[in-house]
């Protein structure tokens, strides 16, 4: 039995828009990591996006908010469509410069080569938050970080940080083991946190899900705390 050929309707054709055609965006230059990533292993960018989108509900019309580790600044332009003013920063210069490119025209952006240790700024943010940072701290300046971090929030900030389980390193590449000098258990994080924050909230994610499953069985960890301490 022979198969009928069959076109798309001129119907069909007349109405469809491209995305484009409805917005007059100027054409975005990605840095080479997320170059990268986009070629090696694009699976990776929805993980990304998916903790940025997370962090923009959480902090959904917040003033002033800080990014700490912005590299190219990727989640950094999702975030940036949920708050108003967006400081991000990254001691790496070369991440810099391509986030520099990328961002050019988000006005509510404002994007610094710096190191967060380093941080000097008069401005209490609403919200600040480090996805990806943690696992690279020296463990011995981790009580250095968290002071600064909590030295920059207002009386009522949010935190979020995340980070790749403890768990998930077995699994993991050798070259990613070796810069992750960092990783802990999520019952440990929350105990630390808590020495800077009244409430710690709890979420772990396995690929583009977040959710409140056993902590153990999460490849990466999310701690949303609230309610700075006197310290």
């Known amino acids: 039995m022979s198969i009928k050929s069959h076109n798309s309707s001129q119907k069909a054709k007349d109405v469809y828009k491209p995305f484009k055609d409805f917005h007059s965006n100027p054409v975005l230059k990605i840095g080479p990591n997320i170059?990268?990533?986009?070629?090696?292993?694009?699976?990776?960018?929805?993980?990304?996006?998916s903790r940025h989108k997370f962090v923009g509900k959480?902090?959904?019309?917040?003033?002033?908010?800080?990014?700490?580790g912005c590299m190219e600044g990727f989640g950094s332009l999702i975030v940036s469509k949920f708050v108003k003013n967006l400081k991000s920063i990254d001691f790496y210069e070369e991440h810099i410069e391509a986030a520099q490119i990328f961002l050019k025209d988000s006005?509510?952006?404002?994007?610094?080569?710096i190191?967060?240790?380093e941080f000097s700024e008069q401005?209490?943010?609403?919200?600040?938050?480090?996805?990806?940072?943690?696992?690279h701290i020296d463990p011995d300046q981790e009580k250095l970080f968290m002071r600064k971090v909590h030295s920059i929030l207002k009386p009522n900030g949010v935190f979020i940080v995340g980070l790749p389980s403890i768990e998930s390193q077995k699994y993991?590449?050798?070259a990613n083991r070796d810069a992750h000098i960092n990783c802990q258990e999520s019952?440990?994080?929350?105990?630390?946190?808590?020495?800077?924050?009244?409430?710690?909230?709890?979420?772990?994610?396995?690929?583009?899900?977040?959710?409140?499953?056993?902590?153990?069985?999460?490849?990466?960890?999310?701690?949303?705390?609230?309610?700075?301490?006197?310290?």
């Open 35 to 49: 170059s990268s990533i986009l070629q090696e292993d694009p699976k990776l960018l929805s993980f990304i996006s």
């Open 58 to 68: 959480m902090f959904n019309d917040f003033e002033n908010v800080l990014e700490i």
């Open 107 to 113: 006005p509510n952006i404002d994007v610094e080569c």
């Open 115 to 117: 190191d967060i240790l």
């Open 123 to 135: 401005l209490k943010f609403d919200g600040c938050f480090a996805l990806d940072v943690l696992e």
């Open 172 to 174: 993991t590449s050798i």
């Open 187 to 231: 019952g440990a994080l929350t105990g630390k946190l808590k020495n800077y924050f009244y409430n710690v909230f709890s979420f772990g994610m396995n690929d583009e899900v977040i959710h409140t499953g056993y902590d153990k069985m999460c490849n990466y960890i999310i701690k949303l705390c609230t309610s700075p301490k006197r310290i």
